[in-house]
T-cell receptor
Framework: GDSVTQMEGPVTLSEEAFLTINCTYT??????LFWYVQYPGEGLQLLLK?????DKGSNKGFEATYRKETTSFHLEKGSVQVSDSAVYFC?????????FGTGTSLTVIP | GAVVSQHPSWVICKSGTSVKIECRSL??????MFWYRQFPKQSLMLMAT?????????EQGVEKDKFLINHASLTLSTLTVTSAHPEDSSFYIC??????????FGPGTRLTVT
């Protein structure tokens, strides 16, 4: 079945460091791919998305490219800030059904 | 646009009582709403899919008699945890969909059963 495999955390980085969170997927069709962010005690917020191969989603300095050949959607940011500390979820959707990764906790220290 | 609210945001109840959680789409009509459960430091687990005017579809392993879902209108779905027990303590998140690939999440409800 469809699924998402996400890099396990926790990840701790210093401010202004480069961030990569790996995400790969398995899907029978042509899913849309998402990254969500969850701040402590809150629900999920859409960070970015890509709906077809080679699309690049970007928002708030974060980027992810839909790579069909490697079935990946890795999240990157060139320079993280303390305010980026949160849990990040990779997800795919097919037929209105969402599949979430296990989440990666990111802590950015000053 | 596309704001989803949940009420309450936090609830404590005694074991054996029932708790109702509301999920509302504030500025759009949601044909489908979803209920998720999240344990500490874990991912979201889909509990059920709720379509307006019809019975909810529950995921395998989710007790439909314990987690009652009602989708009375295009802007409101409710989850009632009946005869709650401490193991039901969790973070419950709803989401609302207004079309393919568009799903908007509520802020979540933290349930603590004592």
């Amino acid at each position: 079945g469809d699924s998402v495999t996400q890099m396990e955390g926790p990840v701790t980085l210093s401010e202004e460091a480069f961030l990569t969170i790996n995400c790969t997927y398995t899907a029978t069709g042509y899913p849309s791919l998402f990254w969500y962010v969850q701040y402590p005690g809150e629900g999920l917020q859409l960070l970015l998305k890509a709906t077809k191969a080679d699309d690049k989603g970007s928002n708030k300095g974060f980027e992810a490219t839909y790579r069909k050949e490697t079935t990946s959607f890795h999240l990157e940011k060139g320079s993280v800030q303390v305010s980026d500390s949160a849990v990040y979820f990779c997800a795919l959707v097919t037929g209105n059904q969402f599949y979430f990764g296990t989440g990666t906790s990111l802590t950015v220290i000053p | 646009g596309a704001v989803v609210s949940q009420h309450p945001s936090w609830v404590i109840c005694k074991s054996g009582t029932s708790v109702k959680i509301e999920c509302r789409s504030l500025d759009f009509q949601a044909t489908t709403m979803f209920w998720y459960r999240q344990f500490p430091k874990q991912s979201l687990m889909l509990m059920a899919t709720s379509n307006e005017g019809s019975k909810a579809t529950y995921e395998q392993g989710v007790e439909k008699d314990k987690f009652l879902i009602n989708h009375a209108s295009l802007t409101l779905s409710t989850l009632t945890v009946t005869s709650a027990h401490p193991e039901d303590s969790s973070f419950y998140i709803c989401s609302a969909s207004r079309g393919r690939d568009e799903q908007y999440f509520g802020p979540g409800t933290r349930l603590t059963v004592t």
